[in-house]
Each structure stands twice: as C-alpha cells, then as structure tokens.
C-alpha cells in the first residue's frame, strides 16, 4: 500500500499535514518516517516536535533547527539494549539512569576516579571533582544545623554554624592505626611507637570493599600503636575507639570516649595510664603529656569498668 497523504485543511496551499506509510509508520508534519512516530512542526524556519522511533530504541523531543542545534538547546532520551536512560545534550550524555536505578550525572561509570555524581537506588552517594571543593554547604538567613547525622532514625549529631563558628556536635576524634588485635576491648589506654603506619589492600565497609590504590605505603603522621604497658605513660594516644572492616583501630583521641578505668574515680578526675591497658586517677589535677582525659560521670566501682570521659590526647 501506498503512503496515505493527508491535507492539513488549515492550509491554504496543498501541503502534507500527516503520512501514514506502508509499515504503519506515522509522522505528522513530516513527509519522510523512518520508524515509530514522528512530529515535526515548523515555525519561523525552525523545527520543533517529537520523535519516537523503535529501530533505535529512542524518544528525542526538543527543537532541532540549525541555530538551536548550533547552540546545543536540544534534549535527546535515549534507551538502550541493556535496558538503560540515557540525556544528551548538544550530542553529548549529561545523565543516565541504569536498570537498576542508579543515576549518574555527569559520568558513566561507578569508579571514583571519574568526576561526577553517582547515586545508588539504595541510598548511596558517591561524588567526585577535580581541583576543586566537592560539596558546599550554604544556610541563609539564620544560625543553625549545616547536616545532620542519624544512626536506626535516630539523630546523633550534627554539624551547626553560628555565626562565624562551625560546630561539630556529639564530637569524638578518632585516629586510625594499626599493631593490636582486634579482639582488643573498647576503652583500652593505647600508646604509640616509634613507627608509620601503613595502608590496608582495601577500604571501606563490608560489602562494599575495594583495591586501596595506596596499599603498602607508609602514611604520613599516623603512628602505630601498642597496648599501654607503662604507668604514667607519656606516649598515650588514646583509647579503642572501634574497628573497621580491614580490622585498622580508631583510637580515641580527643571529644568524649568510654575509658577502661580501674579503681574508683568522681568527676572531675583526671587520668593516667595504669599500666595494663587500663587507666586509673591522676594524682594532681594538673593536665600533663600522660593525661589521657577527664572523668564526666563518675563511678565508684574498685574494679575494671568503663568511663565516660572527654579525653585530652590529641
């Protein structure tokens, strides 16, 4: 069957206003359909219009005369075989959004070696850019929270300006290292050594580990530590804080800290290492190279228990 031909009764000239050809293509305003449906309407020189096509697996809208076209102000979404959305502008892919919902802005892939944003359809967020700050946080007209940090739906902390200050509340400082088991308790006074500690083979969480590009290499001011066996210990650093999964120790350093403490202590106390991994009261309240921190909650228990404290190593 031939090309259907429809006049647009609008027109004063014979003109075609909508073919339907022989495959059941349609296109209105267009003369030649390669696939699919077609708009394309003409104003002032330029084309605008619509264009579904099923041979390619694509949707174009937008308008695509020579000038708009020279100037890059068209929008093509395009799907592919492997089931994704993808957004070009000026021939070039600006987003693109995979089969299972992730979104990428800027980039194709998951690395973080490429600059751009991807956004993971459970939540995460991974963002990346060259030479210049990542993220900048701006809060207009009044002092309060910048971010907030929450752990089962619950907040835990936050970070606030006032005026001219920025505060990092519910604070704990943490250093990673490495040279003590991991069974090790949380609480237990650590001193350095006179050695750097290294990079792990990988980094991050369980189940989302990758290669550490860094891995072997000594880093720069992170000493290595060992379990205080020294009373009075002037090389203190801190208390377990946790571990992560490359089984590296966060030592508590400075902010608030549970410390394993032995004997009975009241608040205000200052401590010392005990010798054994745990701490124990300061004989004077003056703050020295071997104070570990201050007792905020006190307890009057002779044994071994932990402390909550606001810690002073540093």
Same mark, same amino acid.
């Given at each position: 069957?031939?090309?259907?031909?429809? $006049?647009?009764?609008?027109?004063?000239?014979?003109?075609?206003?909508?073919?339907?050809?022989?495959?059941?293509?349609?296109?209105?305003?267009?003369?030649?359909?390669?696939?699919?449906? $077609?708009?394309?309407?003409?104003?002032?020189?330029?084309?605008?219009?619509?264009?579904?096509?099923?041979?390619?697996?694509?949707?174009?809208?937008?308008?695509?005369?020579?000038?708009?076209?020279?100037?890059?102000?068209?929008?093509?979404?395009?799907?592919?075989?492997?089931?994704?959305?993808?957004?070009?502008?000026?021939?070039?892919?600006?987003?693109?959004?995979?089969?299972?919902?992730?979104?990428?802005?800027?980039?194709?892939?998951?690395?973080?070696?490429?600059?751009?944003?991807?956004?993971?359809?459970?939540?995460?967020?991974?963002?990346?850019?060259?030479?210049?700050?990542?993220?900048?946080?701006?809060?207009?007209?009044?002092?309060?929270?910048?971010?907030?940090?929450?752990?089962?739906?619950?907040?835990?902390?936050?970070?606030?300006?006032?005026?001219?200050?920025?505060?990092?509340?519910?604070?704990?400082?943490?250093?990673?290292?490495?040279?003590?088991?991991?069974?090790?308790?949380?609480?237990?006074?650590?001193?350095?050594?006179?050695?750097?500690?290294?990079?792990?083979?990988?980094?991050?969480?369980?189940?989302?580990?990758?290669?550490?590009?860094?891995?072997?290499?000594?880093?720069?001011?992170?000493?290595?530590?060992?379990?205080?066996?020294?009373?009075?210990?002037?090389?203190?650093?801190?208390?377990?804080?946790?571990?992560?999964?490359?089984?590296?120790?966060?030592?508590?350093?400075?902010?608030?800290?549970?410390?394993?403490?032995?004997?009975?202590?009241?608040?205000?106390?200052?401590?010392?290492?005990?010798?054994?991994?745990?701490?124990?009261?300061?004989?004077?309240?003056?703050?020295?190279?071997?104070?570990?921190?201050?007792?905020?909650?006190?307890?009057?228990?002779?044994?071994?228990?932990?402390?909550?404290?606001?810690?002073?190593?540093?």
């Amino acid at each position: 069957m031939s090309n259907l031909l429809v $006049q647009n009764i609008k027109h004063t000239n014979d003109t075609t206003a909508m073919t339907i050809d022989s495959s059941g293509n349609v296109g209105i305003g267009a003369t030649s359909v390669s696939s699919g449906f $077609q708009t394309e309407l003409n104003h002032s020189g330029e084309t605008y219009g619509l264009k579904l096509t099923n041979g390619s697996n694509s949707i174009r809208f937008g308008a695509g005369g020579p000038e708009i076209s020279a100037t890059g102000a068209r929008l093509d979404i395009r799907t592919t075989d492997s089931n994704e959305m993808r957004f070009y502008t000026n021939n070039s892919e600006r987003m693109r959004v995979d089969s299972s919902g992730h979104f990428y802005l800027g980039k194709t892939t998951t690395t973080s070696a490429d600059a751009g944003i991807f956004m993971q359809s459970n939540g995460g967020i991974d963002a990346t850019r060259s030479a210049s700050r990542v993220v900048a946080l701006n809060r207009l007209s009044d002092d309060g929270q910048l971010m907030a940090f929450a752990q089962a739906n619950s907040e835990e902390g936050n970070i606030s300006v006032s005026g001219s200050t920025v505060s990092y509340n519910g604070f704990s400082g943490l250093h990673e290292s490495s040279g003590i088991a991991t069974n090790t308790s949380i609480g237990t006074v650590v001193s350095t050594i006179d050695e750097l500690d290294v990079y792990s083979s990988k980094q991050g969480e369980t189940g989302s580990e990758t290669d550490n590009p860094k891995s072997g290499q000594t880093r720069t001011d992170h000493a290595k530590v060992k379990v205080s066996n020294t009373t009075g210990d002037k090389a203190v650093y801190g208390v377990v804080g946790s571990f992560n999964a490359q089984g590296k120790v966060n030592v508590a350093s400075v902010g608030i800290g549970s410390v394993r403490v032995t004997g009975a202590c009241a608040k205000g106390d200052l401590l010392e290492s005990n010798g054994d991994g745990t701490a124990k009261v300061q004989s004077d309240d003056i703050v020295r190279s071997k104070t570990i921190g201050k007792v905020t909650i006190g307890n009057s228990n002779s044994g071994v228990k932990l402390v909550s404290c606001v810690l002073y190593c540093g």
